[in-house]
């Protein structure tokens, strides 16, 4: 499975992105899918993300909950991250993950249970 991040750049301060993620190859009947982020420096961080593909709930980081909107369209093997009201803080390289086995809740944010990543795209916000 390969995954294609897209959509990052540089944006001002209470602009807005819509990254997405395009998977490609074997596919799967269900899957977890979702956003990290690294800052410069710091370490990786999950943003946001499904804990399988059949699961309409969306899980945020607290930090980022009103601002961010995790979405997907199954048919297109894609997943989509709308970023609002963007803050400097938010500059970092943003990757999406994907991995065949669904999650428990507890799990969603576990980076070691991703089995596939994205290459990233970097956001920077400038203020």
């Known amino acids: 499975v390969q995954l294609q991040a897209s959509g990052g750049g540089l944006v001002q301060a209470g602009g807005s992105l819509r990254l997405s993620c395009a998977a490609s190859g074997r596919t799967f009947n269900t899957y977890a899918g979702s956003w990290f982020r690294q800052a410069p420096e710091k370490e990786r961080k999950f943003v946001a993300g499904f804990r399988s593909s059949d699961d309409a709930h969306a899980y945020y980081a607290d930090s980022v909950k009103s601002r961010f909107t995790i979405s997907r369209d199954n048919t297109k093997n894609t997943i989509y991250l709308q970023i609002d009201s963007l803050e400097p803080e938010d500059t970092a390289v943003y990757y999406c993950?994907?991995?065949?086995?669904?999650?428990?809740?507890?799990?969603?944010?576990?980076?070691?249970?991703?089995?596939?990543w994205g290459q990233g795209t970097l956001v920077t916000v400038s203020s």
């Open positions: 993950a994907a991995d065949p086995n669904r999650k428990l809740t507890a799990n969603v944010a576990t980076i070691s249970l991703y089995r596939y």
